[in-house]
């Protein structure tokens, strides 16, 4: 989001229609002793999203004021390089994060209890995008959240509205597997994303290059 109009474009449509309800749910969470939360890039729409895209907490690129796919950080670039090789338009998916509150530093590792806290947040965000059918879980915080959401006030939830969890390697290059090459964590994350386009029913875009 380096573009300032990108910028100024996504401030005055946060409280368009398709993303007002996240919009709202973001206010309602922004507290002076937990810190700042992004909101969540307008492109999205809470109705035509598909998959949701978890990942620990807001990084680097969110001083932007947004959680979003086109941010100025290595995970951003590196979903839409997954994006791009599976073919997936972003428009059928929805960013949010385990922890949904700015750490210092924009840092990524979350406590337990931090983790913890995420679970309301995420069961009213779930709430807010009822056609999800895909959850891809980015690393070992996003898995642990949804384990902590079914086993408290989640239940069958997931299960009851057939919505999928993918578990997907980490986004940020740290904390890639070291038995395998970033390249080779990057193929991992191609092909489990086309798994939840199958699931989906989303075609895959054409390259008419």
């Not at 005055?12 to 969470?29: F, G, K, M, Y």
């Not at 809470?46 to 947004?66: E, H, M, N, Q």
């Given at each position: 989001?380096?573009?300032?109009?990108?910028?100024?474009?996504?401030?005055?449509?946060?409280?368009?229609?398709?993303?007002?309800?996240?919009?709202?749910?973001?206010?309602?969470?922004?507290?002076?002793?937990?810190?700042?939360?992004?909101?969540?890039?307008?492109?999205?729409?809470?109705?035509?999203?598909?998959?949701?895209?978890?990942?620990?907490?807001?990084?680097?690129?969110?001083?932007?004021?947004?959680?979003?796919h086109e941010n100025d950080d290595d995970s951003s670039e590196r979903l839409l390089r997954v994006f791009a090789a599976a073919g997936l338009d972003p428009k059928h998916t929805i960013p949010w994060t385990v922890h949904p509150w700015t750490q210092d530093d924009y840092a990524l590792n979350l406590t337990k209890?931090?983790?913890?806290?995420?679970?309301?947040?995420?069961?009213?965000?779930?709430?807010?995008?009822?056609?999800?059918?895909?959850?891809?879980?980015?690393?070992?915080?996003?898995?642990?959240?949804?384990?902590?959401?079914?086993?408290?006030?989640?239940?069958?939830?997931?299960?009851?509205?057939?919505?999928?969890?993918?578990?997907?390697?980490?986004?940020?290059?740290?904390?890639?597997?070291?038995?395998?090459?970033?390249?080779?964590?990057?193929?991992?994350?191609?092909?489990?994303?086309?798994?939840?386009?199958?699931?989906?029913?989303?075609?895959?875009?054409?390259?008419?290059?």
């Open positions: 989001m380096s573009d300032p109009d990108y910028v100024s474009d996504c401030q005055e449509r946060v409280h368009d229609e398709n993303i007002a309800p996240i919009t709202q749910l973001c206010d309602s969470l922004k507290t002076a002793d937990k810190g700042t939360v992004p909101y969540v890039d307008p492109f999205y729409d809470v109705d035509g999203a598909r998959i949701l895209v978890l990942t620990p907490a807001p990084g680097p690129g969110t001083a932007s004021g947004f959680l979003s209890d931090r983790i913890t806290s995420g679970i309301k947040p995420f069961n009213r965000f779930l709430k807010k995008v009822p056609r999800v059918v895909a959850i891809m879980a980015h690393g070992g915080e996003a898995q642990k959240l949804l384990k902590a959401f079914a086993a408290t006030i989640g239940g069958t939830v997931l299960t009851d509205k057939a919505i999928k969890v993918f578990h997907v390697p980490a986004l940020q290059t740290q904390s890639a597997n070291k038995k395998l090459t970033p390249e080779e964590i990057e193929d991992q994350m191609v092909e489990t994303y086309g798994q939840a386009m199958r699931l989906c029913g989303i075609r895959p875009l054409v390259n008419e290059g």
